[in-house]
């Protein structure tokens, strides 16, 4: 899968290597083996709920979820989810950012696996975790396609399972 990973040198700011997704995304057979890889790799964990990250995190949560048998539930920008939300801030590998889930969209209890396409520094998992808790969800994983080892994403969620499909 790496194969169809492109790194974009100084996107979106000087000094970060972007990994664009989107010709893994674009090739079908690239597509369905990271869509059935992920399912594979999480299943064990049980999830009634695959909660998705804005916006490339929805690309891989709603299949894997479907693939389960599970739930999905976005987590968003600001300002996007139209009923009462909760709300968290973190810190970016660049810049801010303020995230959004809807209140009723986790049970007490139930068992969450938390999906994005990418951890780098850990911040955008730790604020949806800490999401999925303030509502009394079980974080039973987190899961991503890609993982930038060297951030040290893992960090940032201690005592969480941290699955990747692929490490640079
Ligand atoms: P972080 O909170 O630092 O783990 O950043 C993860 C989020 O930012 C994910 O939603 C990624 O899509 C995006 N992101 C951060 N760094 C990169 C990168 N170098 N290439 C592509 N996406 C990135």
Redesign the pocket.
Known sequence: MKEYIRDVPDFPIPG????DITPLLQHPAAFKQAVEQLADRVRDRRPQIVVG?ES??FIFAAPVAYLLGAGFVPVRKLGKLPAETVTVEYA??YGVNTVEMHVDAIAPGQRVLVM??????????AGTIELVEQLGGQVVGAAFLVE?TA?K?RKRIPGHEVISLIQY
Request: aromatic share 4%; net charge negative.
């Open positions: 970060i290597v972007f990994k990250i490339r995190g970016l590998e994005d396409d990418l951890l780098a520094t850990g911040g955008t998992a930038l951030l994403g």
